[in-house]
């Protein structure tokens, strides 16, 4: 499956932006999904992930409660509404897809297939 980051951009803090996470090749539903960052310097961190059907989500502790994932799959796309944004979430964000379709779990290695990231950058 060949996986599109979009959405990215420049916004100031307490603002909000909508990542997507568009596929194709593959019957989109038999994966699991996630959301990663990388900030320069720094190590890929774990943001959001999302089951099969969308039932299961799985949050990273410094985004619960201002993230948002979810998933269509008839447009096979994946969503990260981001929220209340703080300078800490600029990153590169990138969207990553496992085989493991029922998991919603937060371990890199868990997936296998990645998609370009899209640059986020909050402003104080």
């Known amino acids: 499956v060949q996986l599109q980051a979009s959405g990215g951009g420049l916004v100031q803090a307490g603002g909000f932006l909508m990542l997507s996470c568009a596929a194709s090749?593959?019957?989109?539903?038999?994966?699991?999904v996630a959301w990663f960052r990388q900030a320069p310097e720094k190590e890929r961190e774990f943001v959001a992930a999302?089951?099969?059907?969308?039932?299961?989500?799985n949050y990273a502790d410094s985004v619960k409660g201002r993230f948002n994932i979810s998933r269509d799959n008839l447009e096979n796309t994946v969503y990260l509404r981001m929220n209340n944004l703080k300078p800490e979430d600029t990153a590169v964000y990138l969207c990553?897809?496992?085989?493991?379709?029922?998991?919603?779990?937060?371990?890199?290695?868990?997936?296998?297939?990645w998609g370009q990231g899209t640059q986020v950058t909050v402003s104080s």
């Open positions: 999302v089951n099969w059907s969308g039932g299961s989500k």
């Open positions: 990553a897809a496992s085989v493991y379709q029922h998991s919603s779990g937060s371990w890199a290695n868990e997936y296998d297939y």
């Open positions: 090749g593959r019957t989109f539903s038999n994966y699991a």
